[in-house]
């Protein structure tokens, strides 16, 4: 269901629209600047194929109109209750093989959760500099699709990378 033709025909006609242009927007070295610019890419490097420049992007989803079609799809893990603090829901979505997010800690509200939904994805996870002489040096956790994961992405150092096999989508959101 969700996959890169799914996306753009759901933004088709919100690219220009000042609400997309607000929407936060990672290209991480990919060469695009925005999500307008991912649609516009050759449909073989949308598709994947072997050849063609791999690709990772993440955005924020902040516009209304298409946050109610997708919760459509999915709802916040049961586990977090109503707990859910933001109606910004982010995307990512990149090549096997590629990646990813670098080593970063985000500058958010509150803890995040992670949902795997298509392919698989390698996180790795250092910790904040008050556990440095405490906690082991780093965690490396593979996510596959179907998991669901919860951390504080504002004090643990995190970078992503997509497994090889299929394209890999997680989906996330803020909570409290």
Not at 133 to 141: I, R
């Amino acid at each position: 269901m969700f996959s890169f033709n799914y996306f753009k025909q759901l933004y088709s006609h919100r690219s220009d629209d000042e609400k997309l242009k607000d929407c936060q927007f990672f290209g991480y070295k990919t060469g695009f600047d925005s999500l307008a610019d991912v649609f516009k890419m050759d449909a073989d490097r949308a598709a994947f194929k072997p050849g063609t420049k791999p690709w990772y992007i993440g955005w924020s989803n902040c516009v209304p109109e298409v946050s109610k079609v997708l919760r459509k799809h999915y709802k916040v893990p049961y586990f977090l209750g109503r707990s859910e603090r933001t109606r910004d829901d982010w995307m990512f979505i990149g090549s096997p093989g590629y990646k990813g997010a670098p080593l970063h800690i985000d500058d958010v509200d509150f803890n995040s959760w992670q949902a795997q939904v298509r392919g698989r994805k390698k996180w790795t996870f250092r910790p904040p500099p008050e556990c440095w002489y405490k906690c082991p040096h780093k965690h490396t956790v593979t996510v596959e699709s179907g998991n669901i994961f919860v951390f504080d992405s504002n004090r643990w150092f995190h970078a992503t990378e997509v497994m090889e096999g299929e394209f890999s989508l997680t989906i996330g959101a803020e909570y409290d």
